[in-house]
């Protein structure tokens, strides 16, 4: 199991913010619901491939993470390609597995080009149906993202959208995405 990452090493103070709303002032906020599909295979498979990271590749994005998301666990995301791939370090600071939702948030460390938290949680509903919901809250961390500020919602709605797309993809393989 991964330790605990010291929260000075974030680069935010409102740590779990994500999981325990309301998002804080004076940040971008995020959230983006996608329906995955309808059943318990259907949340398992969902819930797997968000914990074990294969959501994130099959998006397009590089994760170098020794195992699935897991608190205190240190992840660097990669976005782009080639030299102009940007690297984001992140730690999950909270993950969630009861049977009914399932997932994790992952916040900012030093080098990362944004400041916030990012949550991605799988839920089965009483109804049966299966939701991807993303939650973030996050600010310019460098010059780099100052400068493209204003389009960086945009960018961040269309990837939390994507997420959710390729996620009942890969939940689809279970045969039961009602």
């Not at 195992?67 to 995301?77: D, N, S, Y």
């Not at 782009?80 to 597995?97: D, E, H, I, K, N």
Request: glycine share 12%; charged share 20%; with cysteine.
């Amino acid at each position: 199991m991964a330790s605990p990452v010291p929260s000075s090493r974030l680069t935010y103070p409102e740590v779990g913010a994500t999981r325990h709303r309301p998002l804080p002032a004076g940040y971008g906020h995020l959230r983006v619901r996608t329906r995955i599909g309808a059943g318990p295979e259907v949340f398992e498979a969902a819930g797997r491939a968000v914990l074990e990271w294969r959501m994130h590749r099959a998006v397009g994005v590089t994760i170098r993470a020794d195992g699935p998301a897991a608190e205190g666990r240190t992840v660097v995301v990669g976005l782009g390609a080639g030299p102009l791939r940007l690297r984001a370090p992140c730690a999950v600071v909270w993950t969630v597995a009861d049977g009914t939702s399932a997932g994790f948030a992952y916040g900012t460390l030093p080098g990362h080009p944004e400041c916030g938290e990012e949550s991605f949680v799988v839920s089965l509903e009483r109804d049966g149906s299966v939701w991807l919901t993303v939650t973030a809250f996050s600010r310019p961390a460098v010059r780099l993202t100052r400068a493209v500020a204003p389009l960086v919602p945009y960018f961040q709605r269309a990837y939390a959208r994507r997420c959710g797309r390729v996620l009942r993809r890969l939940a689809a393989g279970t045969g039961a995405v009602g």
